[in-house]
């Protein structure tokens, strides 16, 4: 669970900080920019490409990594199927990036 720095400035005036639990994320807004300038959303042309061809681009060396984070769904019928939320990784070069991410 995260919490904005609002929140956390409060408890943390109120001399209660070492009461959070570990869970509680907390990072300077310097870092949380840092972080979130290094979030790109590529077009949904550009996603389906990725999606698809992933394992092909890791092994050309166009993507250095990448994770796929599924959630478990089950149906009224109760059968369970995995269900693909997210995908993170890194491209190898800011070259690599561009042929998927434009500045528009």
Not at 50 to 75: N, S
Request: contains cysteine.
């Amino acid at each position: 669970m995260s919490k904005g720095g609002k929140v956390l400035k409060q408890v943390q005036q109120a001399g209660l900080e070492d009461c959070l639990p570990p869970s509680w994320v907390r990072m300077s807004n310097a870092l949380r920019k840092e972080i979130n300038s290094k979030i790109v959303k590529p077009t949904q042309e550009a996603k389906e490409l990725l999606i698809e061809h992933l394992e092909h681009y890791k092994g050309a060396g166009i993507i250095r990594w990448f994770y796929k984070h599924y959630i478990e769904l089950v149906q009224p019928s109760g059968e369970a199927y995995p269900y693909l939320v997210s995908i993170s990784g890194e491209f190898a070069s800011q070259e690599a990036m561009n042929m998927f991410i434009t500045d528009s």
